[in-house]
């Protein structure tokens, strides 16, 4: 069982990490933000440290591991299922937009995890990596993106068709 302070600790850990995620998101005029990312890390927190505080598991190692594994696979498979439901395909453009914030709900919901098993070292390293991913990897990903466009029209023009393929 977690004290009170752990607790609380834990779940606005969570909320903050979703929050910090959720900012890039925003910035970027993204479909989602800071209150959708803290809440999707706020909600897996919550559920992990639900696991943690149940007296009838709390005692028993091997419930308590069982039970530790289905709430994660459980939970990162809904969220994927959130995330994909973000995710909208454009062959017009050869593309596949917001595919980045769908991954984004995905790591948030593994942040959530992390803090709700107070996993800090794990949270601190994840969102350093995210937020590099997110943030100084932008630029870079924008020139590809545009390269990549580049690319496609000069083959198209070379073919004479108008399928991006």
């Known amino acids: 069982m977690l004290e009170a302070g752990d607790t ?6 969570a909320a903050l990490a979703g929050g910090i995620l959720g ?4 910035l970027e005029a993204k479909p989602i933000g800071i209150r959708t990312l803290a809440l999707v890390s706020l909600g897996a927190a919550t559920v992990c440290v639900m ?3 149940n007296p009838a598991i709390a005692g028993d190692t091997a419930a308590l591991s069982r039970v530790m594994q289905g709430t994660v ?12 439901g973000l995710v909208l395909q454009v062959p017009s453009e ?9 991954a984004t709900i995905w790591v948030t919901a593994a942040l959530g995890i992390a803090c ?4 800090w070292l794990v949270v601190i390293t994840a969102m350093i990596l995210a ?3 997110l943030v100084v990897l932008h630029p870079f990903d924008d020139w590809l993106q545009a390269r990549k466009k580049m690319l496609l029209k000069r083959k198209r023009d070379q073919t004479g ?3 991006p393929q």
């Open 8 to 13: 609380v600790l834990r779940l606005g850990a």
């Open 23 to 26: 900012l890039d998101r925003e």
């Open 51 to 53: 696991v943690l505080n």
């Open 73 to 84: 696979h459980g939970l990162m498979t809904g969220i994927g299922f959130l995330g994909a």
């Open 94 to 102: 050869g593309r596949v937009r917001f595919l980045t914030s769908a």
């Open 116 to 119: 709700g098993f107070g996993e």
């Open 131 to 133: 937020l590099v991913s």
């Open 161 to 163: 068709s108008s399928d």
